[in-house]
C-alpha cells in the first residue's frame, strides 16, 4: 500500500463533521489510519487507509482535564518525538494502547503488566483497541501508594459524543492514613449525576484488588473483589435513559486533580512525592465487539438468551451483601442529596 500524499491532503477533524484542508510535512504509521504529523489536535484522513503497526513517531499528549464531581471533559494535543513501538502478545499489547503520557505509561513483564505514572508535568492514559455494546470487563489494579492526595487513578467505559454514555470507577487519593474514595458514575445520553462513593475497606495500595463492571440490557453493576457495591437498573420504561444503544471503548488514566479530588481541594498534591504509580494485570473481558463496518456487535439473539453475563442481575442474596455493604461503606449517595437537588433527584432513585 502506497504513502499518501502529504501535499494538500483533505482531512477532517476525529468526531467533528466539517472538512478542512492543511498542507503537512510529515506523515506517522500509526495503528488503523495514517496520523499526521503535526501539532495540531488529531487528525484522520478522509479515506480512512487502514494500515499495520510499524516504527512510528511516538505522540507526546498533553491533556487539559477539568474535571468536577459531575463532569469531565478532556482535550488532547499530540506533538512528536522519536521512538519505536515493540510489538508483543502479551495482553495489554494486545488489548490497548497508550493514547497519552509518553514513557509514563509502560507495558512490562511481556506484556502483562501496565504502569501508568503520574508527574508535575503530565500524567498517563491507556485505552482499548476495540469498543464494546454490552459486556463484563474486569482489571486488577494497585493503585497510587502513601500520600496520594491529590491524585486521580480512573477506570472506566465511554463513548463519544455530547450525548455520550459513560459507566465510570474512579479512585480518588487521600492523605497518608488516610482511606482512598472510591467514586462511581453513570452517564446516560450525556447526562450524569449519577454519584456514589464509597470509603474502600481495605488498603488498595498493598496488593491488587479486582474490580468489575457488567454492563448488560438488564443492568449495570459494579463490583469489587465479586462483591456487588452498587446496581443501576435498566428502568426505560419509566422513563430513565438506559447506556443500551452507543458501543463503548475502555479507558483508564491517573492524572492530577488537586483542585477537587482531596477534601474538595482543600489537601494539594504533594509533588516532592512524584512520579505517583499504579499498577494493572489480569484484564479480562467477555464483551459484545462492536464493528462500525457493519454497525452491528458481535452478538447474536442466541448469545442473548445462552451467555449468562449477558442476562443476569442481582439476586435476593447478593442484592442483601450489597445494600449490607453500601450501609457500612457508601459516604455519598445523590440519591439522598436534597441540598444539591431540591427538586428532587432522578427518577430512577425511586426503583433502584
Not at 102 to 113: K, Q, V, W
Not at 180 to 191: A, E
Not at 274 to 296: D, H, I, M, Q
Amino acid at each position: 500500500m502506497g504513502v499518501p500524499s502529504t501535499e494538500n491532503l483533505k482531512l477532517r477533524k476525529h468526531s467533528v463533521s466539517e472538512n478542512y484542508d492543511k498542507t503537512f510535512s510529515g506523515l506517522i504509521q500509526i495503528s488503523e489510519y495514517w496520523i499526521l504529523h503535526s501539532h495540531d489536535p488529531l487528525w484522520v484522513p478522509e479515506d480512512g487507509i487502514r494500515v499495520k503497526i510499524c516504527s512510528w513517531v511516538e505522540p507526546k499528549v498533553d491533556i487539559i482535564i477539568s474535571q468536577t464531581i459531575t463532569a469531565a471533559r478532556r482535550n488532547v494535543e499530540i506533538a512528536t518525538s522519536a521512538k519505536t513501538i515493540v510489538i508483543g502478545n502479551g495482553t495489554f499489547h494486545r488489548h490497548f494502547i497508550v493514547s497519552w503520557g509518553e514513557s509514563r505509561a509502560r507495558i512490562l513483564e511481556d506484556g502483562e503488566l501496565l504502569e501508568l505514572s503520574l508527574d508535575k508535568l503530565s500524567g498517563s492514559g491507556f485505552e482499548s483497541k476495540k469498543e464494546f455494546l454490552f459486556g463484563k470487563i474486569e482489571m486488577q489494579i494497585k493503585l497510587v501508594p502513601g500520600d496520594s492526595a491529590g491524585t486521580v487513578t480512573t477506570y472506566y467505559l465511554s463513548s463519544e459524543g455530547d450525548h455520550h454514555d459513560e459507566i465510570d470507577f474512579e479512585f480518588l487519593g487521600n492523605s497518608s492514613g488516610n482511606p482512598y474514595t472510591l467514586h462511581t458514575n453513570v452517564f446516560s445520553q450525556g447526562k450524569g449525576e449519577r454519584e456514589q462513593q464509597f470509603f474502600l475497606w481495605f488498603d488498595p495500595t498493598e496488593d491488587f484488588h479486582t474490580y468489575t463492571i457488567l454492563w448488560n440490557p438488564r443492568c449495570i453493576i459494579f463490583y469489587v473483589d465479586g462483591i456487588p457495591i452498587r446496581e443501576f437498573k435498566n428502568l426505560e420504561r419509566r422513563r430513565v435513559p438506559f447506556p443500551q444503544d452507543q458501543p463503548m471503548r475502555i479507558y483508564s488514566s491517573l492524572w492530577d486533580a488537586e483542585e477537587w479530588a482531596t477534601q474538595h481541594g482543600l489537601v494539594k498534591t504533594n509533588w516532592t512525592l512524584a512520579p505517583f504509580t499504579a499498577r494493572y494485570r489480569n484484564f479480562s473481558a467477555e464483551a459484545c465487539v462492536w464493528s462500525y463496518r457493519t454497525k452491528s456487535s458481535a452478538c447474536n439473539s442466541n448469545d442473548f438468551k445462552s451467555r449468562r453475563w449477558l442476562k443476569t442481575g442481582l439476586d435476593s442474596k447478593s442484592r442483601a451483601e450489597m445494600k449490607r455493604l453500601q450501609k457500612k461503606h457508601m459516604v455519598y449517595d445523590y440519591c439522598k442529596d436534597k441540598w444539591r437537588f431540591p427538586k428532587g433527584p432522578g427518577r430512577e432513585c425511586k426503583f433502584q
